[in-house]
């Protein structure tokens, strides 16, 4: 090389962090590169956690039991996520078959649709949208006119959307409270605080996460609001943690009274449950005949709702059978993926 020789290019050095391991999100970069770090993403899995930046896709082998799907068919999934679900589902319908998948989170979508084409999926196979559910019927009515085979919605939130600070949905990480799927519409979980009364905000946490302290808490809530702006996860978690200070709660108890604050607004903030209630509206309309549907819920909320239309649609002659029990993961699952163990699927078929 001379003088003159431009200078090669350096590969971009790993994040610095304090201490022996990676703490914060943004620090794991071996497991944001698990093809380059197999081995040691393969021992995160095996200690049953999940690696930053990814997503372990629940119940697939039920899932795809329920589905029963076949080369050729034309199948819905209205929530990509990472594409866990959608990579078996195309491997099953491949190479005739068509997936449309969907999914409101600008952020993830052109990454799984990227890596799904990575891992050979057929680009002619696969047909991704960045649509809410809630306009299942529409997106159908553009790309399958005739109907579909099969519908899937994982209505749990992604992992790497969980774990990634900036998206606001952790209390683990103090960040901006945002929590919402699409960053680019609706208002942040901070906004909607400023603006929501002691009524209402004892509501939501009822009525979105079953919380026995929703009173107490909506009360601490609003009033620590009206001396300071509540922006931050960090600071919800300290209104939270001190509204509970001078009851009989554990730790352990806390932590979960945060977890359901946490998704209370969530739900609130992205309308979940008004989307829930669309897509369920609407799945008879896309499905032909024939034609199954599974739902994959995470809270009671959720799977009220869904057991409740399903049963109707039953009496009404719209579906044909349906779930007789809600199925769970098992054991196996639960223990080696923790975040599975609240899930419930259920499935329909159309008359």
Known sequence: MTDSDPTPDRPPRRPRYRGTHPRSFGEKYKEHQPDRYADD?????????????????IMVAEILTMLALKAGDLVVDCTLGYGGHAAQILS?????????????DPIELPKTEQRLLEQGTLPQCLTVRRSNFAGLARVVAEVFPDGVDAILADLGVSSMQLDDPARGFTFKSDAPLDMRMNPQHGQ?????????DEAKLSAVLTENADEPYAGRLARAIVQAQKHQPIKTTSALVDVVRSALDKTNCSADQIAITIRRVFQALRIAVNDEFGALDALLNQIPSCLRTGGRVA?????????????????AGLQDGIYATISEEVMRPGAEEQRSNPRSTSAKLRFATRR
């Open 295 to 311: 739902i994959l819920t995470f809270h009671s909320g959720e799977d009220r709702r869904v057991k409740q239309a399903f049963k």
């Open 188 to 196: 942040a979980a901070a906004t909607l605080l400023s603006k929501i």
């Open 41 to 57: 993403v393969a021992k995160i899995l095996a200690g049953g956690k999940t690696p930053a930046g990814s997503h372990r896709s």
């Open 92 to 104: 099953l319908i491949q190479p005739t078959g068509r997936l449309l998948g969907l999914d409101v």
